[in-house]
């Protein structure tokens, strides 16, 4: 039972254009959501994150939209740049968890073209 | 600056062996973790560990177990390295017990089991 999905594999889009990544999770019990980032050959690093009291978070050119009530998160990326071109993962958590344990969804390999 | 540490960026071992990865985290974080990615699968939970000598299983732990006896030291174990262990290991750890810490990761070890 995968709780965090990300149903699209990759993205391609072009330089200057808005890049939009998805992600659904099912357990209602999350109620903090983070994005990460990774370029291969090394560790995922944080990008941007959102609490479930909100449903908007913006951070530059990186905005997170959340929909509660579709169990549906988004990131925006506005304009994307070929530096931007990574896999993005999307992860999930809920309070009272043990050692605030994340679920990650499968990642989205997002290519930026020139 | 949060720094983890890996032992190895790339391990090749035979099928039988006993493998140790290693994983060294240096802002005294309480919190660790091990995950696998493997294409497809995005990151996968193996052990975690909130505390020195504590430990609870991921979400696959089967054929894997851990190590914690000093707090800035995490290390995964398999006993008995089998061919479809062959992944990307990634190491992270993270501040406290909340929901909304972000978990730092370090480089990762692509594990190849012959």
């Known amino acids: 039972d995968q709780q965090v999905k990300q149903n699209s594999p990759s993205l391609s889009v072009q330089e200057g254009r808005i890049s939009i990544l998805n992600c659904d999770y099912t357990?209602?019990?999350?109620?903090?959501f983070l994005w990460y980032k990774k370029y291969p050959a090394e560790g995922p690093t944080f990008l941007i994150s959102?609490?479930?009291?909100?449903d908007k978070n913006e951070d530059g050119r990186f905005t997170v939209f959340l929909n509660k009530s579709a169990k549906h998160l988004s990131l925006h990326i506005v304009p994307s740049q070929p530096g931007d071109s990574a896999v993005y993962f999307c992860?999930?958590?809920?309070?009272?968890?043990?050692?605030?344990?994340?679920?990650f969804g499968d990642g989205t390999t997002l290519t930026v073209k020139p | 600056d949060v720094k983890v540490t890996q032992s190895s960026r790339y391990l090749v071992k035979r099928t039988g062996e006993k493998v140790f990865l290693e994983c060294v985290q240096d802002?005294?974080?309480?919190?660790m973790f091990w995950y696998r990615q493997d294409p497809g699968l995005g990151l996968r939970l193996i052990y975690f560990?909130?505390?020195?000598?504590?430990?609870e299983k991921g979400d696959i732990p089967e054929g894997y177990s851990v190590s914690r006896e000093k707090k800035e030291r995490f290390s995964l174990i398999l006993e008995s390295a089998s061919t479809n262990q062959t992944s990307m290991y990634l190491c992270?750890?993270?501040f406290g017990t909340g929901s909304r810490d972000t978990q730092y990761f370090g480089p990762g070890t692509r594990l190849t089991v012959l």
């Open positions: 357990n209602s019990m999350f109620d903090y």
């Open positions: 992860a999930a958590s809920a309070t009272n968890t043990n050692a605030g344990k994340s679920t």
């Open positions: 992270a750890s993270s």
């Open positions: 802002m005294d974080h309480e919190n």
């Open positions: 959102i609490s479930s009291i909100k």
């Open positions: 560990s909130y505390d020195v000598k504590m430990k």
